[in-house]
């Protein structure tokens, strides 16, 4: 009968443990000079070979030949826990044997002496699915145990057992396995089994398997099973994902804001029976690379997932700024997680794609955090456009841009009015609750004319005028001030001192229509 890969090849010894040289080596030492504890617990992310461990260690303490501090597999003590005949040493899940009772009932049999081996084990795997009770009733025997008894506890959870059992328990921290070391041992298993597998697709597993031996082995099994040398194209076809051409392409369209090239690539991984979950995932880790690229260049190299080549990365990265990629991080993320209460995984991942190519869709703070990091980046590099200037109306009788300059005479030369006492800090009282904390900030601090039926502001800098000279900021100037003035008034907006310069005139333009929406927003809150 077949037998899977990771059962086939899980370690008989502690030389055999991939990646946990600092747990190994301290179990042969304390194996080898005899100085033992009565209750283990190892603990680590899933696959890094905590039961295995266990299990070599329930042989170590009972072999008849210890050898380095390593179990020698052929005496009658090891043969019989391989086999799983042996009856004092146990293996318990807690998951599906986590009452008291169950506990009771292992204390109670814990405290005869073994049947067969010098030793009896107890391998209790997930012990942090015990309930308070059963931990209560485990605490006892673990604290005063008979000198025949070694507890050994897995958890993939420690923060979920209770300190009373922690400070009772050598703990040994499973570190999660490297990439290069789930790739060498696949390589390993390869050339046992008589399976051609390329370097480009062991490292394509090893990344895959996200530190977890077992899930490297098991997705080299099911890759390797229909035959054939095995590509890395070919993983990505067997397992059922894009690919890194095809993810790169796809970060290119939403890098380019291409909506529909997007989709299109989408819709023909889709047709070709790839994984939404997957696409969405790949996708998302290329977007994690590109932000650690993006903040720590220098040390962020090492913790790259390889999706995508460097080459290529370095070429996403000019294209993106740091504020965009953690949008698009994060978007990613959040429709992943909720796939799995969709009814339609497919539209949401379309609905997704569309956000990430159009940041106008969404104003969130996320997304006009993303637009204002892209404009910011643009104006940084020297790439920025600005569009050609459109007269900007400030209502009712007040002179506009393209006014001719007779009229705009005629208003600078009307007799000027003396206004009421604090008519301006009456004003600003009117009108501030109407208007956005940025707006508010650059409104003019002295008292402004009044020139006929055109009440003149003077702002302090041609960047504070473009703020003002929106009609979110003038529309309830202009009503406030007709309020208070018992007449109708238009308003006029100069620059008190010298020119502001003209790149900020160029990002206040163009930041024109993202400061309408925001004021839509405010005023529908």
């Not at 999660?176 to 789930?182: A, G, K, Q, Y």
């Not at 890194?244 to 804001?257: D, E, H, K, P, W």
């Not at 008292?447 to 504070?464: C, I, K, N, T």
Request: proline share 5%; net charge negative; with cysteine.
């Amino acid at each position: 009968m077949y037998q899977a890969l990771y059962r086939k090849y899980r370690p008989q010894t502690f030389d055999d443990v991939v990646g946990q040289r600092s747990v190994t080596d301290t179990l042969k030492s304390q194996l080898s000079t005899g100085r033992l504890s009565h209750a283990y617990l190892f603990t680590g992310t899933r696959g890094t070979g905590k039961t295995s461990c266990a299990k070599i260690l329930a042989k170590a303490v009972n072999c008849e030949d210890l050898r380095d501090g390593n179990p020698c597999n052929v005496c009658p003590a090891c043969r019989a826990i391989d086999a799983g005949g042996c009856m004092d040493v146990l293996e318990i899940d807690a998951a599906s044997n986590n009452g008291v009772d169950n506990v009771r009932t292992l204390r109670d049999e814990a405290v005869y002496t073994p049947s067969e081996l010098r030793r009896r084990v107890y391998i209790i795997d997930e012990v942090h699915m015990l309930s308070t009770a059963a931990f209560n009733a485990l605490l006892k025997i673990i604290e005063e145990p008979p000198p025949h008894l070694i507890f050994i506890l897995a958890t993939t959870e420690s923060h979920k057992i209770p300190a009373t059992i922690l400070s009772r328990c050598q703990r040994f921290s499973f570190r999660r396995l490297t990439p290069e070391d789930v790739e060498g041992r696949l390589m390993e298993v390869a050339v046992r089994e008589d399976i051609a597998l390329e370097p480009e697709a062991a490292k394509l597993l090893a990344r895959l398997a996200d530190g977890a031996l077992r899930d490297g082995l098991s997705l080299l099994d099911q890759c390797a099973s229909a035959g054939g040398t095995l590509t890395g194209d070919l993983v990505y076809e067997r397992l059922g994902l894009a690919g890194s051409r095809q993810t790169v392409a796809l970060m290119s369209a939403i890098a380019a804001q291409d909506a529909a090239e997007a989709v299109g690539i989408f819709s023909r991984l889709y047709a070709q029976g790839k994984d939404v979950a997957a696409m969405l995932s790949e996708l998302c880790a290329l977007s994690r690379d590109l932000l650690i690229l993006k903040t720590a260049p220098k040390s962020g190299a090492a913790m790259l997932s390889g999706v995508g080549s460097g080459k290529e990365a370095g070429q996403l990265l000019g294209r993106f700024s740091a504020g965009e990629l953690l949008r698009v991080t994060s978007l990613l993320q959040k429709t992943a997680s909720g796939f799995s209460q969709s009814a339609d995984k497919r539209l949401d991942a379309e609905l997704c794609l569309l956000e990430l190519c159009s940041p106008a869709l969404r104003q969130d703070i996320a997304s006009l955090n993303a637009r204002i990091s892209r404009l910011e980046t643009a104006l940084a590099s020297g790439s920025f456009v600005a569009a050609p200037p459109t007269p900007v109306s400030a209502g009712d009788g007040e002179p506009e841009a393209g006014t001719p300059a007779e009229e705009r005479e005629e208003t600078a030369e009307a007799v000027c009015e003396t206004l009421p006492a604090g008519f301006w800090v009456d004003l600003m009282s009117d009108v501030s609750p109407e208007l956005l904390p940025g707006d508010r900030s650059v409104l003019p601090q002295t008292v402004p004319v009044l020139r006929g039926d055109v009440l003149e502001l003077q702002a302090d800098s041609e960047f504070s005028q473009g703020i003002i000279n929106r009609e979110p900021v003038l529309e309830p100037l202009r009503r406030c001030a007709a309020a208070r003035l018992k007449r109708k008034v238009a308003l006029k907006v100069t620059v008190q001192g010298g020119a502001g310069g003209d790149i900020l005139q160029k990002l206040i333009h163009n930041g024109e229509p993202l400061g309408d929406r925001l004021q839509v927003k405010h005023n529908d809150e």
